[in-house]
Protein backbone atom coordinates (compact mmCIF):
# COMPACT_ATOMS: atom_id res chain seq x y z
CA UNK A 1 0.00 0.00 0.00
CA UNK A 2 3.36 2.42 0.84
CA UNK A 3 3.00 4.90 -2.43
CA UNK A 4 6.68 5.56 -3.18
CA UNK A 5 7.18 9.14 -3.20
CA UNK A 6 8.19 11.54 -5.82
CA UNK A 7 11.56 13.66 -4.98
CA UNK A 8 10.18 16.82 -4.02
CA UNK A 9 12.24 20.74 -5.00
CA UNK A 10 13.96 22.35 -2.53
CA UNK A 11 10.82 24.98 -1.62
CA UNK A 12 8.30 22.04 -1.76
CA UNK A 13 10.55 20.38 0.89
CA UNK A 14 11.31 23.29 2.95
CA UNK A 15 7.59 23.79 3.43
CA UNK A 16 6.72 20.33 3.93
CA UNK A 17 9.43 19.56 7.04
CA UNK A 18 8.09 22.95 7.91
CA UNK A 19 4.58 21.65 8.46
CA UNK A 20 5.86 18.48 9.86
CA UNK A 21 7.39 20.65 12.65
CA UNK A 22 4.63 22.27 13.24
CA UNK A 23 2.26 18.84 13.40
CA UNK A 24 5.10 17.61 15.57
CA UNK A 25 5.15 20.39 18.28
CA UNK A 26 1.33 19.64 18.61
CA UNK A 27 0.04 16.56 20.60
CA UNK A 28 -3.40 15.04 21.72
CA UNK A 29 -3.44 14.65 25.64
CA UNK A 30 -4.33 11.65 26.18
CA UNK A 31 -8.21 11.25 27.07
CA UNK A 32 -9.20 9.73 30.32
CA UNK A 33 -13.19 8.36 31.06
CA UNK A 34 -13.49 9.61 34.41
CA UNK A 35 -15.97 12.29 33.49
CA UNK A 36 -18.90 9.78 32.49
CA UNK A 37 -17.51 7.03 35.38
CA UNK A 38 -17.58 9.82 37.83
CA UNK A 39 -20.62 11.50 37.22
CA UNK A 40 -23.11 9.68 34.84
CA UNK A 41 -23.98 6.99 37.38
CA UNK A 42 -21.10 4.91 35.86
CA UNK A 43 -21.61 4.42 32.04
CA UNK A 44 -19.46 4.92 30.07
CA UNK A 45 -20.15 6.20 26.94
CA UNK A 46 -19.81 3.28 23.96
CA UNK A 47 -17.51 4.73 21.94
CA UNK A 48 -14.54 7.92 22.04
CA UNK A 49 -17.28 10.72 20.96
CA UNK A 50 -15.35 13.49 18.90
CA UNK A 51 -17.51 16.68 18.65
CA UNK A 52 -16.16 19.22 15.41
CA UNK A 53 -17.42 22.79 16.59
CA UNK A 54 -16.53 25.99 15.15
CA UNK A 55 -18.62 28.68 15.69
CA UNK A 56 -18.80 30.12 11.80
CA UNK A 57 -19.88 28.22 9.29
CA UNK A 58 -17.76 27.64 6.30
CA UNK A 59 -14.56 27.35 8.38
CA UNK A 60 -14.37 23.39 7.22
CA UNK A 61 -16.09 21.80 10.25
CA UNK A 62 -17.87 19.02 7.73
CA UNK A 63 -14.88 18.70 5.92
CA UNK A 64 -12.82 18.35 9.03
CA UNK A 65 -15.19 15.87 10.58
CA UNK A 66 -15.86 14.40 7.31
CA UNK A 67 -11.78 13.44 6.37
CA UNK A 68 -11.56 12.70 10.02
CA UNK A 69 -14.00 10.08 10.31
CA UNK A 70 -12.47 8.47 6.50
CA UNK A 71 -9.16 8.57 8.32
CA UNK A 72 -10.15 6.73 11.48
CA UNK A 73 -11.89 4.25 9.46
CA UNK A 74 -8.63 3.25 7.46
CA UNK A 75 -6.59 3.24 10.55
CA UNK A 76 -9.14 0.15 11.51
CA UNK A 77 -11.33 1.86 13.92
CA UNK A 78 -15.18 1.16 13.52
CA UNK A 79 -16.59 4.88 13.41
CA UNK A 80 -19.65 6.77 12.92
CA UNK A 81 -20.33 10.01 11.46
CA UNK A 82 -23.10 11.67 12.76
CA UNK A 83 -24.28 14.80 10.80
CA UNK A 84 -25.90 17.38 13.77
CA UNK A 85 -26.76 20.25 11.48
CA UNK A 86 -30.15 19.67 12.07
CA UNK A 87 -31.46 22.44 9.69
CA UNK A 88 -28.39 22.77 7.67
CA UNK A 89 -27.00 18.96 6.54
CA UNK A 90 -24.84 18.63 3.87
CA UNK A 91 -22.12 15.89 5.39
CA UNK A 92 -23.23 13.49 2.99
CA UNK A 93 -22.22 16.39 0.36
CA UNK A 94 -19.00 16.74 1.67
CA UNK A 95 -18.36 12.72 1.43
CA UNK A 96 -20.31 12.37 -1.63
CA UNK A 97 -22.53 9.68 -1.19
CA UNK A 98 -26.37 9.63 -2.10
CA UNK A 99 -29.04 11.18 -0.20
CA UNK A 100 -30.32 8.46 2.14
CA UNK A 101 -33.92 8.06 2.87
CA UNK A 102 -33.71 7.67 6.67
CA UNK A 103 -31.58 10.68 8.61
CA UNK A 104 -31.39 12.06 12.03
CA UNK A 105 -34.41 13.93 11.36
CA UNK A 106 -36.57 11.11 10.83
CA UNK A 107 -35.06 9.59 14.15
CA UNK A 108 -36.39 12.91 15.71
CA UNK A 109 -39.81 12.84 14.69
CA UNK A 110 -40.52 9.51 15.10
CA UNK A 111 -40.25 8.17 18.76
CA UNK A 112 -40.07 4.32 17.63
CA UNK A 113 -37.01 4.52 15.43
CA UNK A 114 -34.43 2.77 16.18
CA UNK A 115 -30.57 4.56 15.68
CA UNK A 116 -28.59 1.55 14.74
CA UNK A 117 -31.32 1.72 11.52
CA UNK A 118 -30.35 5.31 10.51
CA UNK A 119 -26.62 4.22 9.94
CA UNK A 120 -25.40 4.36 5.92
CA UNK A 121 -22.50 2.54 4.67
CA UNK A 122 -20.38 4.83 2.80
CA UNK A 123 -17.63 3.88 0.06
CA UNK A 124 -14.86 3.62 2.69
CA UNK A 125 -15.13 0.18 5.12
CA UNK A 126 -15.58 0.44 8.66
CA UNK A 127 -17.42 4.40 8.36
CA UNK A 128 -20.71 4.21 8.42
CA UNK A 129 -22.66 7.89 8.03
CA UNK A 130 -26.14 8.93 9.87
CA UNK A 131 -27.40 11.81 7.48
CA UNK A 132 -29.72 15.07 8.17
CA UNK A 133 -31.01 14.67 5.40
CA UNK A 134 -34.50 15.20 6.02
CA UNK A 135 -36.54 18.71 4.53
CA UNK A 136 -39.08 18.94 6.84
CA UNK A 137 -39.50 22.33 8.27
CA UNK A 138 -38.98 23.25 12.10
CA UNK A 139 -36.28 20.02 12.70
CA UNK A 140 -33.31 22.42 13.89
CA UNK A 141 -35.49 23.50 16.72
CA UNK A 142 -35.77 20.27 18.64
CA UNK A 143 -36.76 20.53 21.98
CA UNK A 144 -34.69 18.91 25.29
CA UNK A 145 -36.95 15.73 25.28
CA UNK A 146 -35.57 15.42 21.78
CA UNK A 147 -32.25 16.47 22.63
CA UNK A 148 -31.63 14.42 25.34
CA UNK A 149 -33.19 10.90 23.23
CA UNK A 150 -30.23 12.35 20.61
CA UNK A 151 -27.68 12.54 22.86
CA UNK A 152 -28.19 8.78 24.58
CA UNK A 153 -28.31 7.77 20.93
CA UNK A 154 -25.13 8.91 20.46
CA UNK A 155 -23.82 7.73 23.97
CA UNK A 156 -24.55 4.33 23.33
CA UNK A 157 -24.08 4.46 19.48
CA UNK A 158 -21.73 1.00 19.60
CA UNK A 159 -18.53 1.22 17.78
CA UNK A 160 -14.77 3.09 18.28
CA UNK A 161 -15.31 6.09 17.21
CA UNK A 162 -18.08 8.73 16.76
CA UNK A 163 -17.89 11.78 14.61
CA UNK A 164 -20.14 14.55 15.36
CA UNK A 165 -20.14 17.39 12.99
CA UNK A 166 -22.30 20.16 14.49
CA UNK A 167 -24.13 23.60 13.00
CA UNK A 168 -22.68 26.76 13.23
CA UNK A 169 -23.50 29.41 16.27
CA UNK A 170 -24.20 29.14 19.64
CA UNK A 171 -27.34 27.33 19.65
CA UNK A 172 -27.84 25.36 23.34
CA UNK A 173 -28.58 22.43 21.44
CA UNK A 174 -24.97 22.92 19.81
CA UNK A 175 -23.07 23.67 22.68
CA UNK A 176 -24.82 19.99 24.74
CA UNK A 177 -23.35 17.83 21.69
CA UNK A 178 -20.21 19.80 21.95
CA UNK A 179 -20.07 19.39 25.84
CA UNK A 180 -20.82 15.38 25.45
CA UNK A 181 -17.88 14.56 23.93
CA UNK A 182 -14.14 13.11 24.91
CA UNK A 183 -12.05 15.74 22.15
CA UNK A 184 -13.82 18.94 21.82
CA UNK A 185 -12.41 20.01 18.56
CA UNK A 186 -13.19 23.74 17.40
CA UNK A 187 -12.09 24.55 13.92
CA UNK A 188 -10.54 27.87 13.11
CA UNK A 189 -9.92 29.56 10.36
CA UNK A 190 -7.16 32.42 10.16
CA UNK A 191 -9.20 35.28 9.74
CA UNK A 192 -10.51 37.64 12.26
CA UNK A 193 -14.34 36.71 12.23
CA UNK A 194 -13.69 33.12 12.33
CA UNK A 195 -11.48 33.52 15.23
CA UNK A 196 -14.21 36.05 17.00
CA UNK A 197 -16.96 33.53 16.29
CA UNK A 198 -14.49 30.28 17.76
CA UNK A 199 -14.06 32.33 21.19
CA UNK A 200 -17.60 33.16 21.26
CA UNK A 201 -18.76 29.46 20.75
CA UNK A 202 -15.83 28.34 23.42
CA UNK A 203 -16.92 30.56 25.96
CA UNK A 204 -20.73 29.77 25.15
CA UNK A 205 -19.64 25.96 26.02
CA UNK A 206 -18.01 27.18 29.09
CA UNK A 207 -20.67 29.04 30.52
CA UNK A 208 -22.73 26.19 29.82
CA UNK A 209 -20.90 23.89 31.33
CA UNK A 210 -20.39 26.59 34.64
CA UNK A 211 -24.11 27.17 34.52
CA UNK A 212 -25.10 23.47 35.05
CA UNK A 213 -22.29 22.40 37.83
CA UNK A 214 -22.54 25.38 39.56
CA UNK A 215 -26.15 24.38 40.44
CA UNK A 216 -25.15 20.73 41.32
CA UNK A 217 -22.12 21.97 43.66
CA UNK A 218 -24.51 24.90 44.80
CA UNK A 219 -22.24 27.70 43.96
CA UNK A 220 -24.96 29.59 42.09
CA UNK A 221 -25.27 32.77 44.29
CA UNK A 222 -21.48 32.91 44.90
CA UNK A 223 -21.07 32.89 41.26
CA UNK A 224 -23.55 35.87 41.02
CA UNK A 225 -22.25 38.24 43.77
CA UNK A 226 -18.72 37.62 41.89
CA UNK A 227 -19.66 38.52 38.77
CA UNK A 228 -21.51 41.51 40.44
CA UNK A 229 -18.90 43.31 42.04
CA UNK A 230 -16.46 41.56 39.21
CA UNK A 231 -15.04 45.31 38.52
CA UNK A 232 -13.99 45.56 41.89
CA UNK A 233 -12.36 42.38 42.13
CA UNK A 234 -10.44 42.29 38.71
CA UNK A 235 -12.73 39.81 37.42
CA UNK A 236 -11.78 39.96 33.55
CA UNK A 237 -12.14 36.55 32.35
CA UNK A 238 -13.26 32.85 33.13
CA UNK A 239 -10.03 31.96 34.91
CA UNK A 240 -9.98 34.69 37.38
CA UNK A 241 -13.34 33.79 38.08
CA UNK A 242 -12.30 30.17 38.51
CA UNK A 243 -9.46 31.37 40.99
CA UNK A 244 -11.70 33.61 42.93
CA UNK A 245 -14.08 31.21 43.61
CA UNK A 246 -11.63 28.82 44.57
CA UNK A 247 -10.07 30.92 47.10
CA UNK A 248 -13.73 31.40 48.84
CA UNK A 249 -14.72 27.85 48.60
CA UNK A 250 -12.16 25.64 49.55
CA UNK A 251 -13.79 22.21 48.91
CA UNK A 252 -16.09 23.15 46.36
CA UNK A 253 -14.09 25.81 44.48
CA UNK A 254 -10.78 23.30 43.62
CA UNK A 255 -13.78 20.89 43.05
CA UNK A 256 -15.14 23.23 40.14
CA UNK A 257 -12.00 24.25 38.86
CA UNK A 258 -10.95 20.64 38.16
CA UNK A 259 -15.06 19.97 36.34
CA UNK A 260 -14.50 23.02 34.33
CA UNK A 261 -10.69 21.89 33.14
CA UNK A 262 -12.11 18.58 31.49
CA UNK A 263 -13.42 20.69 29.41
CA UNK A 264 -9.71 21.15 27.52
CA UNK A 265 -10.53 22.37 24.00
CA UNK A 266 -8.75 20.88 21.07
CA UNK A 267 -7.41 23.59 18.44
CA UNK A 268 -8.03 23.06 14.57
CA UNK A 269 -6.77 25.58 12.66
CA UNK A 270 -7.83 25.30 9.01
CA UNK A 271 -7.34 26.90 5.76
CA UNK A 272 -4.26 28.44 6.67
CA UNK A 273 -2.44 29.65 3.93
CA UNK A 274 1.18 31.28 4.85
CA UNK A 275 3.44 29.19 7.71
CA UNK A 276 2.92 31.89 10.02
CA UNK A 277 -0.91 31.34 9.97
CA UNK A 278 -0.44 27.60 10.74
CA UNK A 279 1.77 29.00 13.65
CA UNK A 280 -1.12 31.41 14.76
CA UNK A 281 -2.61 27.71 16.45
CA UNK A 282 0.09 28.20 18.87
CA UNK A 283 -1.25 31.68 19.76
CA UNK A 284 -4.79 30.46 20.20
CA UNK A 285 -3.66 27.75 22.57
CA UNK A 286 -1.77 30.36 24.65
CA UNK A 287 -4.54 33.06 24.56
CA UNK A 288 -7.20 30.36 25.66
CA UNK A 289 -5.15 28.78 28.05
CA UNK A 290 -4.57 32.33 29.83
CA UNK A 291 -8.15 33.11 29.05
CA UNK A 292 -9.90 30.00 30.62
CA UNK A 293 -7.14 29.05 32.92
CA UNK A 294 -7.15 25.69 31.60
CA UNK A 295 -4.94 24.12 28.41
CA UNK A 296 -6.67 23.89 25.32
CA UNK A 297 -4.04 22.07 23.21
CA UNK A 298 -3.85 23.24 19.36
CA UNK A 299 -3.76 20.15 17.66
CA UNK A 300 -3.06 20.19 14.24
CA UNK A 301 -2.43 23.18 11.55
CA UNK A 302 -4.15 22.14 7.98
CA UNK A 303 -3.35 23.76 4.72
CA UNK A 304 -5.53 25.79 2.20
CA UNK A 305 -5.83 23.68 -0.60
CA UNK A 306 -8.07 24.74 -3.50
CA UNK A 307 -8.51 20.81 -4.36
CA UNK A 308 -10.92 21.23 -1.22
CA UNK A 309 -13.90 22.51 -3.24
CA UNK A 310 -12.66 21.32 -6.49
CA UNK A 311 -13.41 17.59 -5.13
CA UNK A 312 -16.29 18.97 -3.85
CA UNK A 313 -17.89 20.46 -6.91
CA UNK A 314 -17.56 17.28 -8.34
CA UNK A 315 -18.87 15.41 -5.31
CA UNK A 316 -16.33 13.29 -4.65
CA UNK A 317 -14.65 13.68 -1.26
CA UNK A 318 -11.12 14.89 -1.30
CA UNK A 319 -9.51 11.99 0.02
CA UNK A 320 -11.12 9.66 -2.34
CA UNK A 321 -9.80 11.83 -5.46
CA UNK A 322 -6.68 14.27 -4.94
CA UNK A 323 -4.38 11.61 -2.84
CA UNK A 324 -1.37 13.97 -3.91
CA UNK A 325 -2.68 17.10 -1.62
CA UNK A 326 -0.53 18.39 1.38
CA UNK A 327 -3.82 18.24 3.23
CA UNK A 328 -3.72 13.93 3.11
CA UNK A 329 -1.05 13.51 5.24
CA UNK A 330 -1.73 16.79 7.82
CA UNK A 331 -5.15 14.80 8.07
CA UNK A 332 -3.81 11.59 8.68
CA UNK A 333 -1.64 12.87 11.42
CA UNK A 334 -4.29 14.56 13.00
CA UNK A 335 -6.46 11.80 12.66
CA UNK A 336 -3.40 9.35 14.23
CA UNK A 337 -3.17 11.97 17.34
CA UNK A 338 -6.51 11.39 18.27
CA UNK A 339 -6.26 7.35 17.63
CA UNK A 340 -3.58 7.02 19.56
CA UNK A 341 -5.07 8.10 22.88
CA UNK A 342 -7.08 4.79 22.38
CA UNK A 343 -5.02 1.73 21.19
CA UNK A 344 -7.08 -0.58 18.62
CA UNK A 345 -8.44 -3.57 19.97
CA UNK A 346 -8.38 -7.01 18.75
CA UNK A 347 -11.52 -8.63 17.91
CA UNK A 348 -11.66 -12.32 18.94
CA UNK B 1 -2.38 42.85 39.61
CA UNK B 2 1.53 43.72 38.76
CA UNK B 3 2.64 43.29 42.54
CA UNK B 4 0.49 40.38 43.13
CA UNK B 5 2.38 38.68 40.26
CA UNK B 6 5.78 39.77 41.82
CA UNK B 7 4.73 37.88 45.09
CA UNK B 8 5.00 34.00 43.97
CA UNK B 9 3.48 32.68 47.12
CA UNK B 10 0.00 34.88 46.56
CA UNK B 11 -0.10 34.18 42.94
CA UNK B 12 -0.48 31.17 41.14
CA UNK B 13 0.50 32.37 37.97
CA UNK B 14 4.24 32.52 38.07
CA UNK B 15 6.73 33.26 35.58
CA UNK B 16 7.14 30.34 34.28
CA UNK B 17 3.83 29.86 33.50
CA UNK B 18 3.36 33.45 31.76
CA UNK B 19 5.96 32.56 29.25
CA UNK B 20 4.42 28.65 29.74
CA UNK B 21 7.98 27.10 29.79
CA UNK B 22 9.05 24.27 32.02
CA UNK B 23 10.98 25.29 35.14
CA UNK B 24 13.52 23.18 33.79
CA UNK B 25 13.71 25.37 30.14
CA UNK B 26 17.08 26.27 28.77
CA UNK B 27 17.70 29.83 27.83
CA UNK B 28 17.25 28.93 24.24
CA UNK B 29 13.46 27.63 25.11
CA UNK B 30 12.83 30.94 27.18
CA UNK B 31 13.66 33.29 24.57
CA UNK B 32 12.00 31.51 22.26
CA UNK B 33 8.53 31.64 24.42
CA UNK B 34 9.24 35.05 25.11
CA UNK B 35 8.83 35.95 21.17
CA UNK B 36 6.36 33.91 20.58
CA UNK B 37 4.72 35.59 23.33
CA UNK B 38 5.37 38.89 22.65
CA UNK B 39 4.13 38.08 19.17
CA UNK B 40 0.54 36.81 20.65
CA UNK B 41 0.01 39.81 22.64
CA UNK B 42 1.20 42.15 20.58
CA UNK B 43 -1.96 44.87 20.11
CA UNK B 44 -2.56 44.30 16.58
CA UNK B 45 -2.14 40.53 17.33
CA UNK B 46 -5.30 38.88 15.86
CA UNK B 47 -5.51 36.17 18.50
CA UNK B 48 -6.08 38.57 21.30
CA UNK B 49 -8.86 39.81 19.50
CA UNK B 50 -12.60 39.62 21.52
CA UNK B 51 -10.56 37.71 24.21
CA UNK B 52 -8.37 40.38 26.00
CA UNK B 53 -8.86 44.83 25.35
CA UNK B 54 -5.99 46.29 24.62
CA UNK B 55 -5.31 47.43 27.99
CA UNK B 56 -5.48 43.83 29.11
CA UNK B 57 -3.19 42.85 26.57
CA UNK B 58 -0.66 45.86 27.54
CA UNK B 59 -0.63 44.54 31.27
CA UNK B 60 -0.30 40.66 30.07
CA UNK B 61 2.88 42.34 28.00
CA UNK B 62 4.31 44.42 30.65
CA UNK B 63 4.02 40.90 33.28
CA UNK B 64 5.59 39.19 29.80
CA UNK B 65 8.48 41.30 29.80
CA UNK B 66 8.68 41.18 33.61
CA UNK B 67 9.03 37.56 33.24
CA UNK B 68 11.57 37.43 30.14
CA UNK B 69 14.06 39.72 32.63
CA UNK B 70 13.75 38.14 35.15
CA UNK B 71 13.85 34.49 33.60
CA UNK B 72 17.00 35.52 30.83
CA UNK B 73 19.36 36.64 33.54
CA UNK B 74 21.04 33.92 35.45
CA UNK B 75 21.29 35.18 38.92
CA UNK B 76 17.93 36.74 38.31
CA UNK B 77 16.01 33.47 37.47
CA UNK B 78 18.04 31.84 40.63
CA UNK B 79 16.96 34.22 42.77
CA UNK B 80 13.40 33.56 41.94
CA UNK B 81 14.07 29.80 41.58
CA UNK B 82 14.88 30.05 45.77
CA UNK B 83 11.94 32.53 46.23
CA UNK B 84 9.26 30.04 44.64
CA UNK B 85 11.02 26.93 46.61
CA UNK B 86 12.42 25.41 43.34
CA UNK B 87 15.55 23.64 43.65
CA UNK B 88 18.55 22.96 41.28
CA UNK B 89 17.00 19.16 41.41
CA UNK B 90 17.68 18.62 37.75
CA UNK B 91 20.10 21.77 36.43
CA UNK B 92 20.77 21.88 32.96
CA UNK B 93 23.71 20.79 31.58
CA UNK B 94 24.70 24.25 30.48
CA UNK B 95 23.99 25.57 34.16
CA UNK B 96 25.83 23.16 35.79
CA UNK B 97 28.70 21.66 33.87
CA UNK B 98 31.08 25.23 33.53
CA UNK B 99 30.15 26.23 37.00
CA UNK B 100 31.45 23.20 39.00
CA UNK B 101 34.63 22.93 36.71
CA UNK B 102 35.04 26.72 37.41
CA UNK B 103 34.67 25.88 40.97
CA UNK B 104 37.40 23.37 41.10
CA UNK B 105 39.91 24.60 38.39
CA UNK B 106 39.66 28.07 41.26
CA UNK B 107 40.64 26.50 44.27
CA UNK B 108 43.47 24.63 42.64
CA UNK B 109 44.57 27.79 41.53
CA UNK B 110 44.32 29.44 44.98
CA UNK B 111 45.36 26.48 47.31
CA UNK B 112 48.01 24.99 44.25
CA UNK B 113 46.99 21.61 46.28
CA UNK B 114 44.49 19.04 45.60
CA UNK B 115 41.04 20.36 47.11
CA UNK B 116 37.63 21.04 46.62
CA UNK B 117 36.27 23.69 48.56
CA UNK B 118 33.89 22.28 50.89
CA UNK B 119 30.54 23.13 50.45
CA UNK B 120 28.90 22.22 54.28
CA UNK B 121 30.70 20.86 57.51
CA UNK B 122 33.36 18.29 57.19
CA UNK B 123 34.75 17.00 60.26
CA UNK B 124 38.82 18.10 60.44
CA UNK B 125 41.20 16.45 57.91
CA UNK B 126 38.81 15.49 55.88
CA UNK B 127 38.34 16.76 52.02
CA UNK B 128 36.01 15.77 49.13
CA UNK B 129 36.03 15.56 45.19
CA UNK B 130 32.88 15.19 43.02
CA UNK B 131 32.47 12.24 44.03
CA UNK B 132 33.76 11.33 47.33
CA UNK B 133 35.00 12.65 50.71
CA UNK B 134 37.93 11.17 51.84
CA UNK B 135 40.80 11.76 54.62
CA UNK B 136 43.45 14.16 53.57
CA UNK B 137 46.80 13.18 54.52
CA UNK B 138 49.55 15.90 54.28
CA UNK B 139 52.59 13.90 53.14
CA UNK B 140 51.25 12.60 50.20
CA UNK B 141 49.82 15.99 49.26
CA UNK B 142 53.13 17.37 49.26
CA UNK B 143 54.23 14.69 47.20
CA UNK B 144 51.62 15.13 44.86
CA UNK B 145 52.34 18.62 44.87
CA UNK B 146 56.11 18.23 44.37
CA UNK B 147 56.08 15.44 41.38
CA UNK B 148 57.90 16.12 38.15
CA UNK B 149 57.38 13.54 36.33
CA UNK B 150 53.89 11.60 37.24
CA UNK B 151 53.29 7.68 35.89
CA UNK B 152 49.98 5.98 35.42
CA UNK B 153 50.67 4.57 38.27
CA UNK B 154 50.88 7.57 40.15
CA UNK B 155 47.21 8.70 38.81
CA UNK B 156 46.28 5.70 40.17
CA UNK B 157 47.23 6.20 43.38
CA UNK B 158 46.05 9.52 43.42
CA UNK B 159 42.57 8.58 42.43
CA UNK B 160 42.56 5.53 45.20
CA UNK B 161 43.71 7.96 47.76
CA UNK B 162 40.84 10.18 46.93
CA UNK B 163 37.75 7.54 46.80
CA UNK B 164 36.96 7.65 43.32
CA UNK B 165 35.65 4.75 41.20
CA UNK B 166 37.21 4.32 37.61
CA UNK B 167 33.44 3.82 36.06
CA UNK B 168 32.81 7.08 37.65
CA UNK B 169 35.44 8.79 35.60
CA UNK B 170 34.45 7.23 32.60
CA UNK B 171 30.67 7.83 33.18
CA UNK B 172 31.83 12.02 33.73
CA UNK B 173 34.18 12.22 30.80
CA UNK B 174 32.41 10.06 28.63
CA UNK B 175 35.75 7.88 27.89
CA UNK B 176 35.74 4.09 27.91
CA UNK B 177 36.80 2.34 30.54
CA UNK B 178 39.19 0.08 29.24
CA UNK B 179 40.85 3.13 27.84
CA UNK B 180 40.97 4.44 31.54
CA UNK B 181 42.33 0.90 32.47
CA UNK B 182 45.09 1.67 30.00
CA UNK B 183 45.79 4.90 31.30
CA UNK B 184 46.76 4.03 34.79
CA UNK B 185 48.34 0.52 33.35
CA UNK B 186 50.95 2.69 31.65
CA UNK B 187 49.83 0.45 28.71
CA UNK B 188 51.28 2.74 26.10
CA UNK B 189 49.62 0.86 22.98
CA UNK B 190 46.31 1.15 24.05
CA UNK B 191 46.21 4.91 24.35
CA UNK B 192 45.74 7.11 21.70
CA UNK B 193 47.93 9.92 20.30
CA UNK B 194 49.37 12.95 22.24
CA UNK B 195 46.90 15.42 22.12
CA UNK B 196 44.07 12.93 22.92
CA UNK B 197 46.15 10.84 25.58
CA UNK B 198 46.38 15.04 27.38
CA UNK B 199 42.91 15.52 27.06
CA UNK B 200 41.94 12.92 28.87
CA UNK B 201 44.15 13.56 31.67
CA UNK B 202 43.46 17.42 32.18
CA UNK B 203 39.70 15.99 32.40
CA UNK B 204 40.85 12.93 34.93
CA UNK B 205 42.52 15.20 37.17
CA UNK B 206 40.12 17.67 37.21
CA UNK B 207 37.32 15.33 38.37
CA UNK B 208 40.11 14.52 41.19
CA UNK B 209 40.87 18.03 42.26
CA UNK B 210 44.12 18.40 40.98
CA UNK B 211 45.85 21.27 39.07
CA UNK B 212 45.16 19.97 35.96
CA UNK B 213 47.96 21.49 33.78
CA UNK B 214 50.70 20.49 36.21
CA UNK B 215 49.81 17.00 36.81
CA UNK B 216 49.20 16.44 32.79
CA UNK B 217 52.52 18.28 31.98
CA UNK B 218 53.98 16.15 34.05
CA UNK B 219 52.54 13.04 32.61
CA UNK B 220 53.36 13.94 29.01
CA UNK B 221 57.08 14.27 30.16
CA UNK B 222 56.44 10.28 31.07
CA UNK B 223 54.79 9.36 27.98
CA UNK B 224 57.02 10.56 26.04
CA UNK B 225 59.88 9.20 27.41
CA UNK B 226 58.17 6.01 27.38
CA UNK B 227 55.74 5.92 24.41
CA UNK B 228 57.92 4.09 20.87
Known amino acids: MEKRQAPLHSTQRSRREAWIRINQAVSVPAQKHFEFVDRRGKVKPASTIIAIGGGKGGVGKSFVSSSLGIFLAHLGYKTTLIDLDLGAANLHTALGTPLSSKGINEFILDPNMEFSSLAQDTSWPRLKLVSGSSETLDVANIDDSQRSRVMSAIFRNPCDFTVLDLSAGTHSATLDFFLMAQHKIVVVTPD ?10 LKSGFF ?20 ANREALK ?11 STQEPVLGPKLKSLMSELNFQIVLNQARTRQEAEMGFALQSVCHKYFGFPCPFVGALDYDNAVWQSLRQRHHLLSSNRQSHLYGQLMSLARKIAKSQPLQAVI | MNRRMRDPEESSQTFYDLLEVNESAGPVDIYQAYQRAKATYAPNSPAIYSMFSPDEAKELMAL ?16 YDQKLGIGPAQPTRSQSLPSASFQVSNSVRTE ?5 PPRDELPEGFARTRFSIYEVKPEFEAQVSALEVCS ?9 YKGVALEQIATEIRASKNMLVALEADDFEALPVAVFTRGFVVHYTRLLGLNENKIADAYMKHFRANKV
Open chain 1, 235 to 245: IRNPGQLIKHI
Open chain 1, 192 to 201: PSSIENAYRF
Open chain 2, 64 to 79: IEEAYQVLSHQGRRKA
Open chain 1, 208 to 227: RKLRRYEHQLHLASQIDALM
Open chain 2, 112 to 116: SVALA
Open chain 2, 152 to 160: GEMLQKIRL
